[in-house]
């Protein structure tokens, strides 16, 4: 091989370099998101973001790729900022429970997400900065009434931006339950059939697990029970409450009694347990999440993804239904109007654009026309039982409640309490804390 | 050198004077270790459990009514009887399996028997998982699902599947499974050291008397174990004390309240109903529980002039 001549090799040198000068661009764009910040890392303004780890860290790389492109736009359109990214881990009662505290202590993030469960508690503790200024009062007025009730303050000011909602519905394989069960009744009978063909029966969370609670409050809900009177103490065990309350337990422990579910509902803790079964194909019947849906699809083979199909939760009658509505909101933890104004937009950012990438559920009506993504036919059902969607009770004494409610769900499905047992003994506890809290 | 000797001692009654003489300066920066990172947390978290402190970030204010409200919960009997049969089960599993371990890995390493490293370093690969690995694994392990790991041995074996973690007597035994198969390394590996330091001696004695092996174990081996056991058990009950992790990610605490011990109480007191105040008191307890059985163990420890 002959060896290259000197003009050669400085026109080699220069092309080279010409080429490293058009890459860099290129490269500083890519590196604009890193796994600690968005923007140049020696931009003017900082803004710290806690998020979660299921969009622009998600162990999902299309997500992850899809969130750092609308990141990059985003920042882009804000030079001289950076956002420095803190994640949240994964056990989210600690992290909200840290930036509350740190917040308070004046060492919290500028901007975050929280989990709506948790808005009373921060509202009340104060550490909320308005973002009244940064959205027009057409798309304040559009937000679904529950939204915005638990956004606003007394004052009416807009304290975060609940930027997708979720709800809880029932998933079938139409393959074993062709018809959607509409009562208890129908859907004992259902999980049972299926028992019958050698799968699990109907399977939920029943585990030590927020989730555990608040899908079992839909029973509760749909009857027309209240958790909480309007100064937040807990009524559900008192008068007609208490009936509903007790029929609802004795729903779901009537279905272990009787087979229609295994006792292992006790152990799932994760909505992923439950997905992991149906697509193992053990389950035919489930109470999920309506996220679960783009996973199913996602995770099965078409033609045994096309047979799956949700409906809404059932109910004692097929007119009482309820379904709880959840979600998560981004807020402004800072009094800088400028970080204010930053943390808006990527609220914004989120809910529109980043639900339509993830197809969630958005929490204003104008959005699902926007985008194309919310035309599939599931999200009509969707649609149709957030009409009888219930959020948490807005308190901060919330918390303890579910806790209390998990305990004696945990009982009661494992027959070690009678439901009234349970009831009393979760009462009795919940009061006093809540006289003392 | 005697001329030195002779200076420091002309100087001595200067330097008894100084305040920067004596064991003082020397002791300083221990005692300010233990002061700001030991010994501060635990006066906070006592004069926290004094005042209704709480992560919502209310005016706080002195009070006992936090510390009254916890002892009268009416969980914390439950969670009581879960700590005491938890730990108590897991030090006995721990220091059982440790010793025998132990025992095992000396008389193959004096018999020469390949493979006795390895052994330990299996042994020891339990130890340095984390807890929440820890519990996360033998989740997997006990899942009841179809497809569990354990349950689908036992039908290949027509063995009918058991409900590990869904019924409340089994999970506790299942917990403790969990528990011990992580903190048996910890006791393997005191015990291990304090068999090898026991002077060949005594064993050749008994040999030439005709002891047999379990009169072996009985009277030499134990009782020149007797400060390393318990010394290992004071260790282990306070780690077990203080477990929560590898239960929060098995069970979480469930059924119900069926696994809830007392660490695990605490913590989901303050992060889950932000009772900064009620979390402090139930920590000063599972500080006196501690303290109580570190105490108890202590008395039978060999005294100095026995072991003279």
């Known amino acids: 091989m002959a060896r290259p001549s000197k003009t050669s090799l400085i026109a080699n040198c220069l092309g080279a370099t010409a080429l490293s000068l058009i890459a860099l661009p290129a490269f500083a764009q ?62 989210l009662n600690e992290e909200q429970a840290r930036i509350l505290e740190q917040s308070q202590a004046g060492r919290g993030p500028d901007c975050a997400m929280i989990d709506s469960a948790q808005l009373a508690t921060f509202k009340q503790a ?59 009744e129908e859907t004992e009978a259902a999980a049972l059939a299926t028992v019958e063909q050698g799968l699990e029966g109907i399977l939920f969370n029943g585990g030590r697990t927020e989730g555990t609670a608040f899908d079992w409050m839909a029973f ?24 509903k309350f007790l029929r609802a337990l004795e729903f779901v422990d009537g279905l272990v009694e009787s087979g229609a579910a295994p006792q292992r509902v006790t152990t799932i803790t994760t909505y992923d347990d439950i997905t992991a079964s149906a697509a193992a194909g053990t389950t035919a019947l489930f109470i999920g999440g309506n996220w679960q849906y783009a996973q199913l699809q996602s995770t099965l083979p078409p033609e045994e993804a096309a047979k799956w199909e949700v409906s809404e939760l059932p109910g004692p009658t097929a007119e009482e239904r309820a379904t709880g509505t959840g979600g998560w909101a981004i807020a402004a933890l800072t009094d800088d109007p400028a970080k204010v104004e930053i943390c808006a937009g990527i609220a914004k950012l989120y809910a529109g654009p980043g639900n339509a990438f993830q197809r969630l559920l958005p929490t204003s009506a104008a959005l699902y026309d926007e985008y194309d993504e919310f035309a599939g ?61 | 050198m005697n001329k030195l000797s002779g200076a420091a001692l002309r100087q001595s009654p200067t330097r008894r004077a100084s305040p920067l003489s ?15 990172f030991y010994l501060y947390p635990i006066l906070d978290a006592l004069r926290l459990a004094f005042t209704n402190a709480s992560l919502i970030g209310r005016e706080e204010t002195y009070t006992t009514r936090s510390i009254l409200a916890m002892l009268a919960n009416p969980a914390l009997g439950t969670v009581l009887r879960n700590t005491a049969v938890f730990t108590g089960a897991s030090v006995i599993g721990q220091v059982l399996l440790g010793l025998a371990i132990a025992l095992l890995v000396v008389r193959g390493e004096r018999n020469r028997l390949p493979g006795m490293l390895a052994l330990r370093t299996i042994v020891l690969t339990a130890w340095v998982i984390p807890g929440v690995a820890n519990g996360i694994i033998w989740s997997m392990l006990f899942n009841e699902a179809p497809y569990g790991a354990i349950n689908s ?73 007797r400060a390393a056991l318990i010394v290992n058990a004071i260790l282990v009950t306070i ?26 109480f605490t913590y989901n007191t303050v992060f889950y109903s932000y009772d900064l105040a009620g979390g402090s008191a139930l920590s000063m307890l599972m500080l006196l529980i501690s303290l109580g059985l570190a105490c108890v163990y202590a008395l039978f420890l060999p005294r100095p002039e026995a072991i003279r």
Do not use: C
């Open chain 2, 22 to 36: 004596g064991p003082l300066p020397w002791l300083l920066p221990v005692l300010l270790m233990i002061g700001v």
């Open chain 1, 377 to 437: 036919a599931e999200f009509g059902v969707f649609a149709a039982a957030l009409e009888n969607g219930q959020a948490r009770p807005g308190v901060p004494f919330y918390p303890e409640i579910s806790t209390q409610i998990q305990v004696l769900l945990g009982e009661v499905l494992s027959q070690s309490k009678e439901p009234e047992q349970a009831l009393d003994d979760a009462a009795a506890a919940l009061i006093a804390a809540y006289d003392r809290l």
């Open chain 1, 126 to 184: 104060g550490v909320l900065a308005p973002m009244n200024d940064f959205f027009t009062e057409a798309e304040i007025a559009d937000l679904f009434p529950f939204v915005r009730d638990g956004v606003s303050d007394e004052e009416g000011n807009l304290l975060a931006l609940w930027w997708f909602t979720d709800l809880r519905v029932l998933y079938r394989n139409t393959e074993y339950v062709p018809e959607a069960p509409q009562t208890w």
């Open chain 2, 153 to 225: 041995a036992l039908r290949l074996l027509d063995i009918p599947p058991v409900a590990w973690l869904s019924n409340p007597a089994n999970a506790m035994i299942s917990t403790i499974i969990a528990n011990v198969w992580q903190g048996t390394a910890f006791s393997m590996i005191v015990l291990y050291a304090a068999i090898k330091s026991i002077d060949p001696v005594l064993y050749e004695a008994a040999a030439v008397d005709g002891a047999r092996p379990w009169e072996r174990l009985w009277f030499i081996t134990l009782p020149q174990l």
């Open chain 2, 239 to 264: 780690q077990t004390l203080n477990t929560f992790d590898a239960i929060i990610s098995l069970t979480g605490g469930g059924p119900g309240r069926a696994t809830e011990v007392l660490s695990l």
């Open chain 1, 30 to 91: 890519e590196s604009l998101v890193t796994r600690d910040r968005v923007g140049p890392a020696d931009a003017e303004n900082v803004l710290t973001f806690r998020l979660t780890a299921y969009d622009l860290y998600s162990a999902d790389p299309a997500t992850a790729e899809g969130f750092a492109e609308l990141f990059t736009d985003f920042i882009q359109q804000h030079p001289g900022w950076r956002i420095d990214t803190q994640l949240q881990t994964g056990n």
């Open chain 1, 220 to 243: 509760f809900w749909a009857q027309g029970g209240e958790l909480v009177d309007e100064n937040g103490r807990p009524i559900f065990h008192e008068g007609e409450n208490r009936e």
